[in-house]
């Protein structure tokens, strides 16, 4: 690995395309020409100015360390470019990486000496610069936020901007013309027009338009330092110059030092903010259909069990064979007189006649709302959404972890953490309780259509049964003080003794507030709202972990991404039903 500096005139691009025509520069060596082209603007460069970044890595390891050098030494100063050259594999974006604060010095200074053999002596940027402010990066894969248009990445890049403080943000978002000028602005700055492109999604950009598009994110946030790896990759000849001039005249205007790294000599349109939209209106049909289908054959099988039940004749041989020896007894005779059998019989089969019918009824509507709300309901929810939520937001991530998204926001000052995972968990755990009571409701409402199909129960009586079954009193002394003086009435007693009464978390039957705990979390109502929360919190804990788990993962790993998330996730979410299991088998 080298560092070359060289003193020559900038050329003009119609000097450079005659100076590749005079040489038969192919595209290799026209790219050769650009580069020269950064190095030899670094000319106008002061001498005396006081360094931005003073760097020194040394070999440790020659077995293990990509650059051949016993050390890589250099230092930048404001408007100065910095050419680091070397073969595919010799470390240049390692070390760019930990330069511009990819690998964060605490981690990846022991992770370079222990896995590459590189050992980074002198890392010194000028302290008057704030951290925030040293900088960018403009990545070898054309990157940018492909949840936002291009005037949205933009915007992010401005609002995130160091040298911004929280009125001018405040400001900005009052003045929406402003922001649109400072925007079309910097658009314009790289060439690209704000009515005609702004609007566009990263995918609707050409190579040369993208790039442009990365390097209007480094403008905007105007950092000292703006790393280039490998700008030109990809590009065309009459792209590449344009963007070389674009980082000529930066370099020139603005003081901006750039180190180029080669191997060759509407406003915010995030969908971030729709993703409720997304996790809850796009799951409901395939949850109902679901609940649906499993709603309408437990409610079956459940019914078609229940009529077929008879217990008369069981009953009745038992009444038979207990009641016919006290019959004798009181009688005094041998034999019972068949009247006297036919008569037991006759009120016998009237007395179950009335009470089978309704206690099938009611052992139908406690069984359907205990299995739905208390068991399956939660966990059938939880396993679509494994892969309809978990599996989405895991390839959603993992795919900025491939292209390098990920590492944009860090050199925007954005946590890729705070950009991603924290909106989708806070709409996850909004939509999942919403779709599991949603789910449910509509099993239930069909069973209640269903039993009265096999002469078991009615409508109204079943519903009824089902709300007595999930809206349980709960058995604490605060509730049942509440109930017996009317809320805050005093029923003989002072105010404060009232008050303090019906505060009283206690169970009625217990003074351990364990119980109360174990009470409390497994009411019906409460219990199928925490299922439905930690399941899809465990999900979204899985798909955060298995996304960002490889900070190297390529675009051919992000399948594999997604299948780790759901099965896991799905894994995890049985073993923690498990768990729920055994709580609710210490409800008292």
Not at 124 to 151: K, Y
Not at 209 to 233: C, G, N, W, Y
Not at 505 to 514: G, I, K, Q
Request: hydrophobic share 45%; glycine share 8%; charged share 20%.
């Amino acid at each position: 690995m080298t560092e070359k500096d060289g003193e020559y005139n900038s050329l003009t691009v119609v000097e450079l395309r005659s100076l590749c025509k005079e040489r038969g520069l192919i595209q290799k060596g026209v790219k050769k020409e650009l580069v020269e082209r950064l190095e030899n603007a670094a000319a106008t460069v002061d001498s005396s100015s006081r360094p931005i970044l003073e760097f020194r890595a040394r070999n440790v390891n020659a077995s293990t360390c990509p650059f051949t050098n016993e050390s890589v030494s250099f230092t930048l100063a404001p408007s100065s470019c910095l050419h680091l050259s070397g073969q595919s594999g010799a470390g240049k974006t390692t070390l760019s990486n930990y330069i511009a604060g990819i690998l964060p010095p605490k981690r990846g200074k022991p992770m370079l000496r222990s896995t590459l053999g590189i050992d980074i002596e002198v890392c010194q940027w000028d302290e008057r610069i704030p951290e925030r402010e040293r900088v960018g990066m403009l990545f070898q894969q054309t990157t940018l936020l492909d949840s936002l248009t291009v005037a949205g990445n933009v915007c992010v890049a401005l609002e995130n901007c160091p040298t911004t403080t929280k009125d001018d943000i405040n400001n900005g978002t009052k003045n929406l013309q402003q922001k649109r000028a400072t925007i079309k602005r910097l658009l314009e700055t790289v060439g690209l027009d704000y009515l005609r492109d702004g609007h566009k999604r990263p995918s609707q950009l050409s190579g040369g338009m993208a790039r442009r598009a990365s390097l209007a994110l480094q403008i905007a946030q105007h950092k000292h330092l703006i790393v280039l790896d490998e700008p030109f990759a990809g590009l065309d000849f009459s792209t590449a110059v344009g963007v070389a001039k674009e980082l000529e005249r930066i370099r020139r205007e603005r003081g901006t030092a750039l180190l180029l790294i080669s191997h060759e000599p509407d406003i915010v349109d995030v969908v971030m903010g729709n993703a409720l939209l997304d996790y809850f209106l796009y799951s409901l049909p395939l949850i109902l259909l679901t609940f649906l289908a499993a709603g309408l054959a437990i409610a079956m099988l459940s019914s078609d069990i229940l009529r077929r039940v008879d217990v008369t004749d069981t009953v009745l041989t038992v009444v038979q064979r207990e009641v016919k020896p006290l019959i004798q007894m009181f009688t005094g005779d041998e034999d019972v007189s068949p009247m006297y059998t036919m008569m037991i019989n006759m009120k016998v089969k009237g007395m179950l006649n009335k009470t089978i019918p309704p206690a099938k009824a009611t052992l139908y509507a406690m069984g359907m709302a205990k299995l739905f709300v208390l068991e399956i309901g939660p966990l059938i929810t939880a396993l679509l959404l494994s892969g309809r939520i978990g599996g989405s937001y895991a390839g959603e991530v993992a795919t900025m972890q491939s292209t390098a998204q990920n590492k944009l926001l860090l050199t925007l000052g954005v946590s890729p953490v705070a950009w991603t995972f924290v909106p989708s968990l806070l709409a996850s755990l909004l939509a999942s309780p919403l779709l599991t009571m949603a789910g449910t409701a509509l099993a239930l409402e069909i069973g209640s259509h269903v039993a009265p199909k096999y002469g078991i129960g009615d409508v109204q009586g079943y519903r009824r049964e089902v709300w007595d079954a999930i809206f349980v009193p709960l058995r604490l002394r605060g509730v049942t003080s509440w109930s017996e003086n009317d809320g805050w009435e005093h029923g003989g007693k002072s105010l404060l003794e009232s008050v303090y009464s019906c505060l009283d978390l206690r169970c009625t039957f217990s003074d351990a507030y364990l119980d109360a705990m174990i009470e409390i979390t497994t009411h019906p109502a409460f219990f199928h709202l925490i299922k439905s929360v930690t399941f899809i919190a465990i999900i979204m804990a899985v798909s955060e972990v298995s996304a960002r788990r490889k900070s190297d993962l390529t675009p051919r790993g992000v399948p594999k991404v997604i299948t780790t998330s759901v099965v896991v996730g799905s894994l995890l979410v049985i073993f923690a039903d498990w768990g729920f299991s055994q709580l609710l088998l210490k409800r008292h």
